[in-house]
């Protein structure tokens, strides 16, 4: 697992809503107190150790973060507010691994408050960061390919978890400090649109 976050440790509540689950090309192999993950796309193995075991465990596409936290919490005598920031942090490192995805429901085209809506980067795209210019995004069911500036950049990374519009204008204008807000909330809109029409990023749809 990866190193636990300190005991205290505040979890943002976007992440905290998550679902993960097993990735369809990974397979688990257990051995003792380890266990192998085998990326059957790539060829590539991962080791993983007992805690993160438990917690892949508990995947199933449906269950939140916080919900699995619950689950773990009562099979090792600890609280969920204890074990929660260690499952968020071991969940996004397997994520980045390739080992889990994030299991969302995303949609293209809202039809409410696009303001009320809660965007997300699609979790088949990959992003390559190039120095200070920006990065890459790469949407491997498309084949799209798309060159982003530093601004959009920060978008891409910051929809790692459920975000508004607004949240998003406010996470800029603390990352470009002094960036008129009026600007910055035509950039997010703008770019917004433009994920969302090459499938970058989708609307999230809400759970049943």
Known sequence: MSPAVPNGTEVSPAV???AFRLRDEAAIEDFGEGSLVLLCDSLQMREINAPSRRILSHLDGRRTVEEVAFLVAGETG???GQILPEIAEALLEMERQGVVRR???LKTEGDQNMNDAKYLANPDVSFRQEDDDGGILFNPDTDALEVVNPTAAAIWM???????R???TDHLCEVFEGAPRGQVETDVAEFLESLLKK???GILEERE
């Open 103 to 105: 299991a969302a429901k």
């Open 78 to 80: 600890t609280t969920p």
């Open 166 to 168: 607004a949240d998003i």
């Open 158 to 164: 910051f929809l790692s978890a459920p975000r508004t």
């Open 16 to 18: 905290e809503g998550l």
């Open 199 to 201: 499938g970058f990023a």
